[in-house]
């Protein structure tokens, strides 16, 4: 079946620091792959998205790889702000059915 | 623009008590689903529609009723609420053919 693991949380860094985030899946067929954010008290919004091997998907200063040779999606950011603080969930989909959701990783960014 | 608009955002219950969350978008969306979010599982589908007059069981819809009442509004009925349901509930639709999901801001139940 498909699934999605994203490593666990709470990671902790200092402003400016490099993020990575970890992703990786288990797929039948050609996934599409999202990252998505969670603001403290919001809804989940999307981040970005790759549909296709090789493909980056970029936002906000995030950038994530479509790499199938390691079934990865791992998401990283050059150096993180306060306002980063959030959770962060990565997912796919499979002929643009139902998403699957890893469980979140949640991220603390202190000044 | 609205988006998708949940009601209320927070919200106490009884055991056996029963409730309606509303849900409704703006955006001309033909599928709509409701999740819960609870620590440690991350996002689990209760109920999705696909399409106005059409609703399919998710992964955990034991304990809930939806009703998608026309192309906007697709509302999670607990009919007896249980400690169990304490939860974080989003609603969330996607166009036709897109792979974007719009999510609400999200109701905050607890069932004591």
């Known amino acids: 079946g498909n699934s999605v693991t994203q490593m666990e949380g709470p990671v902790t860094l200092s402003e400016e620091a490099f993020l990575t985030i970890n992703c990786t899946y288990t797929?039948?067929?050609?996934?599409?792959l999202f990252w998505y954010v969670q603001y403290p008290g919001e809804g989940l919004q999307l981040l970005l998205k790759a549909t296709k091997a090789d493909d980056k998907g970029s936002n906000k200063g995030f950038e994530a790889t479509y790499r199938k040779e390691t079934t990865s999606f791992h998401l990283e950011k050059g150096s993180v702000q306060v306002s980063d603080s959030a959770v962060y969930f990565c997912a796919l989909s499979v002929n643009n059915r139902k998403l699957i959701w890893g469980l979140g990783t949640s991220l603390a960014v202190n000044p | 623009n609205a988006g998708v608009t949940q009601t209320p955002k927070f919200q106490v219950l009884k055991t056996g008590q029963s409730m309606t969350l509303q849900c409704a978008q703006d955006?001309?969306?033909?599928?709509m689903y409701w999740y819960r979010q609870d620590p440690g599982m991350g996002l689990r589908l209760i109920y999705y529609?696909?399409?106005?007059?059409?609703?399919d069981k998710g992964e955990v819809p034991n304990g809930y009723n939806v009703s998608r009442l026309n192309k906007r509004e697709f509302s999670l009925r607990l009919e007896s609420a249980a400690p169990s349901q304490t939860s974080v509930y989003f609603c969330?639709?996607?166009?036709?053919?897109?792979?974007?999901?719009?999510f609400g801001s999200g109701t905050q139940l607890s069932v004591l």
């Open positions: 529609s696909a399409s106005e007059g059409t609703t």
């Open positions: 969330a639709s996607k166009g036709t053919g897109g792979e974007k999901l719009f």
């Open positions: 955006m001309n969306h033909n599928s």
């Open positions: 797929a039948t067929g050609y996934p599409s």
